[in-house]
């Protein structure tokens, strides 16, 4: 299994940035693709998640600004991330847990300028 993340880069405050996420290899069809986020010297943080059955959730410091979404096979995950803003710099990871494993893409950096 290996996740692919796409879609980083350098916005100023206020831009959007869509960040994808694309699995491949075989899953069990009951799985949860969430994003992560960390920024030196702290640990990663929850971002957003969407499980296989539609359930989706983003944290509270990003709600209203950022949509996580799937595609209808399930093996892809977009985060649109709209009114960026300097504190969301940080460098950002995709994460699956399946049947209680847990996979990591590598990162991709956002860079939000004020």
């Known amino acids: 299994v290996q996740l692919q993340a796409y879609g980083g880069g350098l916005v100023q405050a206020g831009g959007s940035l869509r960040l994808s996420c694309a699995v491949s290899?075989?899953?069990?069809?009951?799985?949860?693709i969430s994003w992560y986020h960390q920024v030196p010297g702290k640990q990663r943080e929850l971002v957003a998640s969407a499980s296989s059955g539609g359930v989706t959730n983003v944290v509270d410091s990003v709600k209203g600004r950022f949509t996580i979404s799937r595609d209808n096979a399930g093996n892809s995950v977009t985060l649109q991330m709209n009114s960026l803003q300097p504190e969301d710099t940080a460098v950002y990871y995709c994460?699956?847990?399946?049947?209680?494993?847990?996979?990591w893409g590598h990162g991709t950096q956002v860079t939000v300028s004020s």
């Open positions: 994460r699956l847990l399946v049947t209680r494993r847990e996979y």
């Open positions: 290899g075989s899953i069990f069809r009951i799985n949860v």
